[in-house]
């Protein structure tokens, strides 16, 4: 099966050495105008300009594009969307000032997804799920990574993971499974941090790894989550189960986990909000991504954002993702983070573009599948309402994806 | 014609005594248990208990809410949405460091929305204003106020306001126009302030009035815009030609804005972000609202938002409204800035929904039309997504209005 997609306007390929972008001009973005996409068996095959569409394609149903915008399917590389019920109480009680203690204390946090979860049926954490996975598609994600973390015991933790890949099959988007299940301390472990770090590192990863249930293995490594050592432990562990790394890092206090994830060798380390220039020029040396996760920022009323011009300054390539998420960030729209990493992040549009694309891919390794508009990647593409990428960001906070295709198929709408 | 509205799990009606509400409880919403809402000729004629609906109505299409939320149609009190074209270069511009200044003096500003205006043809105007209208009435608006103001010629805010008028036939949503010809000096009239001010009050005023072409009129009260003494002679010329009253006011100073609203009897005092605690108590005293416009202070990146808790706190009946304009505030997503009136500006979920319905209706002088759902007001509501209206600002940036119906007919969508 093929389509052909006419008549982009603007074609945003972010075509290059498919290595991620440190910083970005417009000139990064690799645009050609009045442009076209042709997709065979769902992969890309060519690009290029629309009066140089090679001829004699078989069976091709065209799309127009009208002239419009196209870039390629938004990345999506941080999110907690498999979550159970709702927590909007938490939300209001902290709107009218509670502090996070005291939404703990009432039985609010991780602890009470992670008890929704436990009580909730497979079939209304999927339905539920992929609820908000066809809301992230429609704003134009193709491709997401989920955390498991709402488990917080093996048993719950490794149905989480196959509740994540069971999505595959319901919903257009290409889902990366990341096993979180250092996401915080069970209450039940609140007296025994060590027993629960080996049950993380003696169970849990020997059987997610073992089952192959996650590419990655991430760990809340911050005051009040898990300690340096603790995540050096996991993290080691996960590494010497095969799994790839990420972490979050220095997102409430500079505590040490972005130089933890540069010595591991991470993949992405992610928040960020509080590390220094020095931790970012680490991470940088270690080849890793930095995840912008500005949503959540905005979720918590924070008037400080992780620092992206810094990191686009001093090289260091920055992805910028959703963090969807029931507790302080329940939004699928992810170019609305493309607006928040810019107005608040310091990024330019064209590296917040790069953000949530090319870079975002590399953050999940798949900088070789998806995250441009390059013959052999996945055909995962966006038609939008407007003619101008800078709208992405300007225009912020409805939905500008017009048509969404996945996989050489329209998905949406 | 009828409608009836089945099964609202939650139907929150905003019922009372029809008066601004300082503060807000959730026993302040008017909430109803599986509700329903007869509509007869575009207007509420019952609201109750499902199990209560009157028998024998004739001709009666259902709409079933599947027991999910019902909320009034929402009132976007503060719209900029007449314009052409596009400012996301200075957005670009901004976000990468320059100053208003130097935008300004790349020929950016409200300057060269009125040069894209006055460039623009009428049906290309209209088509693109309509296209937002559209948009906001998919997010919950069925009633909006649409300010003059990118015109800076008695030829160009006439113009205006007549298209404004003009929307009215395209688009099932309300249309309520505000002359705003006192937005900025226009760069030929730099050097005399003065004439331009005459032109305003001699030339404009008396022609909008005679035309009946706008019920408010409005003025930028800041530096840099109109001093609070041109702001009065503007405003006291349009309240003696029968013109009710609106001011922009202490949103980048406090430069005596509020007060003056507060003299004047003003209808609404917007922006605020720098009122002081006498200057709201002033405003509360006068009998005005108080409009936050959150979305303003998201696209100019600021940490300060207007002290809505302060507000609600002194008595001060507050509404949010979205702004939407082209230079810092490209939004249609009224919903959105319930989010933000709670996260930043320190408002309740309950204050935040009473200022999109019953307040924003009154600072339009509209309370007795619109912004609750009461028997005589017209059958304008929401269907949401959610059973729980805390979702509204919890689950953020996204659509979660399901099926809107304006003046007793489904809109959207």
């Given amino acids: 099966m093929n389509v052909v997609v006419r008549h982009a306007g603007v074609l945003v390929t972010c075509a290059g050495d498919w290595r991620p972008r440190a910083g970005a001009a417009a000139h ?34 065209e799309v127009d594009a009208a002239r419009r915008l196209v870039t390629p399917g938004l990345v999506d590389c941080h999110t907690h969307a498999l979550f159970a019920g709702s927590r909007a109480g938490e939300f209001a009680m902290r709107v009218c000032g509670s502090t996070y203690e005291e939404i703990m204390a009432q039985g609010g946090g ?38 498991s973390g709402y ?49 993380v590192t003696e169970e849990m990863i020997p059987q997610v790894a073992r089952e192959e249930l996650a590419r990655f293995c991430d760990v809340f490594c911050e005051h009040g989550a898990f300690s340096v050592e603790e995540s050096r432990r996991i993290l080691e562990t996960a590494r010497a189960h095969g799994m790839d790394l990420k972490i979050h890092a220095d997102e409430l206090a500079s505590s040490g986990g972005t130089r933890l994830g540069a010595e591991l060798g991470v993949c992405s380390a992610d928040h960020l909000l509080c590390a220094t220039r020095g931790d970012l020029e680490a991470l940088r040396d270690s080849g890793a991504i930095a995840v912008m996760l500005p949503g959540t920022c905005l979720g918590l009323a924070k008037t400080r954002y992780a620092p992206g011009r810094l990191m686009a300054e001093i090289g260091l390539p920055v992805a910028v993702a959703s963090d969807l998420n029931p507790g302080n960030c329940y939004c699928e729209n992810l170019p609305l983070m493309v607006t928040l990493a810019c107005l608040y992040g310091g990024l ?4 917040a573009l790069v953000g949530v694309t090319i870079n975002a891919a590399h953050a999940l390794r798949l900088g070789d599948e998806v995250g441009s508009l390059e013959p052999g990647k996945r055909g995962d593409l966006v038609i939008w309402e407007c003619d101008d990428y800078r709208d992405i960001a300007y225009h912020f906070g409805v939905q500008l994806a017009s048509i969404v295709i996945a996989g050489g198929v329209v998905a949406a709408p």
């Fill in 348 to 351: 330019s549009l064209e590296q």
């Fill in 28 to 61: 990064d973005l690799g645009i050609v105008t009045d442009g076209a996409v042709v997709m065979e068996r769902g992969r890309i095959v060519w690009v290029g300009r629309d009066t140089d569409v090679p001829a004699g394609l078989p069976d091709s149903p």
């Fill in 110 to 147: 991780i602890s009470a997804s992670a008890r929704m979860l436990r009580e909730a049926p497979d079939a209304d954490i999927l339905e539920q799920t992929a609820g908000r996975l066809w809301r992230m598609l429609r704003f134009g994600t193709t491709t997401c990574e989920i955390k």
């Fill in 151 to 199: 488990g917080l015991s093996t048993e719950q933790e490794v149905r989480s993971l196959r509740l994540i890949q069971q999505l595959r099959s319901r919903v257009p988007i290409r889902v990366v499974p990341t096993f979180l299940g250092a996401h915080a301390i069970p209450p039940e472990w609140r007296y025994d941090r060590e027993g629960f770090v080996r049950q």
